[in-house]
């Protein structure tokens, strides 16, 4: 059923393979899958690489752990859930598509925002931009400080669909981070511009002027991929 992989294969192969023959019901709805010492046999890789591929296919919804009785499939495995391959989305170019994503989601996150928000969460919102210009002064990336201002903004929503999708993204927004803050780090007017870009937010969010705040948050997302553009990043 399965083909064979080199042992030194990373375990997303074989969660590729595995996923693949759910997806074609090679396992009944709700079958079990074969035991851990079956599989690596039939892949020819080490038990704990069958492990760590079950635990994707975990976190991914397409099995179910039953203790003491092996791991089964879930009834809706079928219906697949969203991937974004982290590898992938580091690369220069996949980071600038990620920024058109960002941008569709987050404007109206930051609408949303200063509709919705209370006294509470533009504290939370200003409190994580502060966090930002510390961490630069400090002279580091700033990398998770900028994750959670856009966090706080989601939060400010008061729609739980906007901070789940964030935080699916969260790990890719991340990686996409890095690229372009190491990118705006080397230039003086770049970081300026960055922050800027993110005050403009945060002010149009505590003005409640929803317009502006979707604006704001769309300027800053196309600045970002021109910056990228202009340090030879497309």
């Known amino acids: 059923?399965?083909?064979?992989?080199?042992?030194r294969?990373?375990?997303d192969t074989v969660a590729q393979q595995l996923q693949k023959q759910i997806e074609k019901g090679s396992f009944a709805k709700s079958g079990k899958l074969p035991t851990e010492a079956v599989l690596a046999q039939e892949f020819g890789v080490s038990r704990t690489v069958i492990r760590e591929a079950i635990s994707r296919l975990k976190n991914e919804g397409m099995v179910e752990p039953r203790q003491g009785s092996g791991v089964f499939v879930v009834e809706r495995a079928g219906i697949r859930p969203l991937r974004i391959d982290?590898?992938?989305?580091?690369?220069?170019?996949?980071?600038?598509?990620?920024?058109?994503?960002r941008r569709a989601i987050e404007a109206e996150v930051a609408s949303e925002a200063a509709m919705r928000?209370?006294?509470?969460?533009?504290a939370a919102i200003d409190a994580a931009l502060a966090k930002i210009?510390?961490?630069?002064?400090?002279?580091?990336?700033?990398?998770?400080?900028?994750?959670?201002f856009h966090r706080a903004i989601a939060n400010a929503t008061g729609n739980p669909y906007f901070l789940k999708t964030l935080t699916f993204l969260n790990q890719y927004l991340e990686a996409?981070?890095?690229?372009?803050?190491?990118?705006e780090a080397l230039r003086e007017d770049f970081?300026?511009?960055v922050k800027e870009e993110?005050?403009?937010?945060?002010a149009a969010i505590r003005a409640g002027d929803p317009m502006a705040a979707r604006n704001a948050a769309q300027t800053h997302l196309y600045n970002a991929a021109r910056r990228l553009a202009e340090a030879g990043i497309r």
């Open 86 to 101: 982290y590898a992938q989305a580091v690369e220069p170019g996949s980071v600038v598509q990620i920024l058109a994503l």
């Open 9 to 11: 294969a990373l375990s």
């Open 198 to 202: 993110h005050a403009a937010i945060a």
């Open 176 to 183: 996409g981070t890095i690229v372009t803050r190491k990118n």
């Open 133 to 148: 210009e510390a961490a630069v002064a400090d002279g580091e990336d700033g990398v998770a400080e900028d994750v959670a």
């Open 1 to 7: 059923m399965f083909e064979k992989i080199p042992a």
């Open 191 to 193: 970081s300026r511009q």
């Open 117 to 122: 928000r209370t006294d509470a969460q533009m």
